[in-house]
C-alpha cells in the first residue's frame, strides 16, 4: 500500500505566515553604527516564526555578524557576511530578514555591523518525557527501545473488519533489559474492545531492542499507538485521533487489506482545547521533545484555524476522557500534525 501521511497541518504553515512582534521573542539583534554608537532597528526584525523550520529540528543555533551599507534612503544597500554561526540556514536566513526588514531613517550612507542571535524558541519537554520512561529524563542521554516486530493481516479481525470497527488506542508498554516486553498499560481505547485486545496481544509478542540510558541497556516504560483502519476510509486522508497526552515513543498501523502493518513517525503533537484554539506544541528535534515559545504556538494555531475546507479531520476514539463537548469531540485532546511512514528493520523469524 502507498505511503500515507498527515502533513497538512504541519509546521510549514508558520514559515513567514504571522509575525508575532506583541509577544517576546527569542531571537536577538544587535546593531552598532560604524562610529561604535548603538543603533536600534525601526521595528521588530526577526520573529520566532521566522526561524528556519529544519533548523528547529535539527535544534541550530548560534550568532552570525554581518556588515551592512546603509544607503541615503535608510535601506541596506550592501552586506557581507562577517562571521557565520555555524549553521548555513541560519546565515541565510538572517541576510534575508537583514536585507528586506532592516530600515534607518534617511540619514547620509553608513556602514553598520548586525549580529543576530538565534535562539531556539523551544523549551526542553523532559516532564513529557519522564511520564512516559517512569523516571526523570532530564541530563540523561536516552535511546527509546526498538519494536521488530510488525503486525499481521490476523491481527485485524475480520469480524472487526465486517463490522467496520477501526480506532486508535494508545498504551504504555514495559521493555526489560532483554528487549522482551514486561507489562502493558492502556492510555486511551480504540474504542472497541476486541481491538484494544488485539493491540495488548501483538505488543506483548513484540520483540524489541532494549532501550539505553547512557548507553547501557535499561529497563523503560515507553508510549506507543496502535492504529486499525478500515483502507476507504484513508481516501481522504489519515484520521487524527484524540490523545490524552502526547504519544512520544512509536506509531504503528494496520489498514484491512494490509498483509502488515506499517510504521508511523510523527515529528510534533499539539494540544486542543476546548475553543478550538492550540496552547501547546511539542516537536521532536536532534536534542528530543520540545515545546514551542508562545509566539510559536500562537502562529501555529492561528494557522491550524484557517486551514481549508478539505484539511484534516479530527476522530473522537477514545473511553478515557471526559468533558465531552456538544460536537462529541473531548474538551482537551492532544493530535498528530502529521505522519508518515518509515521503514522498520525486522528481526529474523523464530
Not at 556602514?111 to 513529557?128: C, G, I, Q, S, Y
Not at 478515557?320 to 522498520?344: E, H, I, K, N
Request: aromatic share 6%.
Amino acid at each position: 500500500m502507498s505511503a500515507r501521511s498527515g502533513t497538512a497541518l504541519t509546521l510549514a504553515l508558520l514559515l513567514g505566515a504571522f509575525m508575532t512582534s506583541a509577544a517576546a521573542q527569542s531571537t536577538t539583534v544587535s546593531i552598532v553604527n560604524e562610529d561604535g554608537s548603538a543603533a536600534p532597528p525601526a521595528g521588530p526584525l526577526i520573529a520566532d516564526t521566522d526561524y528556519p523550520l529544519e533548523s528547529l529540528f535539527a535544534a541550530e543555533e548560534g550568532t552570525v555578524a554581518v556588515g551592512v551599507q546603509i544607503g541615503p534612503d535608510g535601506k541596506v544597500s550592501a552586506m557581507q557576511l562577517i562571521k557565520s554561526s555555524g549553521a548555513a540556514r541560519l546565515d541565510q536566513q538572517a541576510g534575508a530578514l537583514i536585507r528586506t526588514r532592516l530600515a534607518f531613517p534617511p540619514a547620509q550612507a553608513h556602514t553598520a555591523k548586525v549580529e543576530v542571535n538565534w535562539k531556539l524558541p523551544l523549551t526542553r519537554a523532559d516532564e513529557v518525557s519522564s511520564k512516559m520512561l517512569g523516571f526523570s529524563a532530564a541530563g540523561k542521554s536516552i535511546a527509546l527501545p526498538v519494536r521488530e516486530t510488525r503486525m499481521l493481516s490476523t491481527d485485524y479481525s475480520l469480524l472487526s473488519i465486517k463490522n467496520r470497527e477501526q480506532g486508535e488506542g494508545a498504551f504504555r508498554v514495559q521493555i526489560l533489559e532483554s528487549g522482551e516486553t514486561g507489562d502493558i498499560e492502556m492510555i486511551d481505547s480504540t474504542g472497541h474492545k476486541r481491538l484494544d485486545d488485539s493491540a495488548r496481544a501483538y505488543l506483548k509478542r513484540s520483540k524489541h531492542r532494549p532501550g539505553t540510558v547512557d548507553g547501557k541497556p535499561t529497563m523503560m516504560w515507553y508510549s506507543t499507538t496502535v492504529t486499525f483502519a478500515i483502507a476507504d476510509s484513508l481516501k481522504s486522508g489519515p484520521l487524527r485521533y484524540c490523545h490524552s497526552q502526547p504519544i512520544i515513543g512509536d506509531m504503528v498501523e494496520l489498514a484491512s487489506g494490509d498483509t502488515e502493518s506499517g510504521a508511523l513517525k510523527t515529528r510534533q503533537w499539539f494540544h486542543l482545547i476546548a475553543d478550538g484554539t492550540i496552547d501547546d506544541v511539542v516537536v521532536l528535534t536532534q536534542q528530543g521533545w520540545m515545546h514551542m515559545s508562545a509566539p510559536l504556538v500562537a502562529a501555529f494555531s492561528k494557522a491550524a484555524g484557517n486551514t481549508p475546507a478539505g484539511g484534516p479531520s479530527y476522530g473522537v476514539r477514545t473511553n478515557s476522557l471526559q468533558s465531552v463537548r456538544r460536537d462529541g469531540r473531548p474538551a482537551s485532546c492532544w493530535y498528530t500534525g502529521g505522519r508518515d511512514r518509515v521503514s522498520v528493520q525486522m528481526l529474523p523469524p523464530g
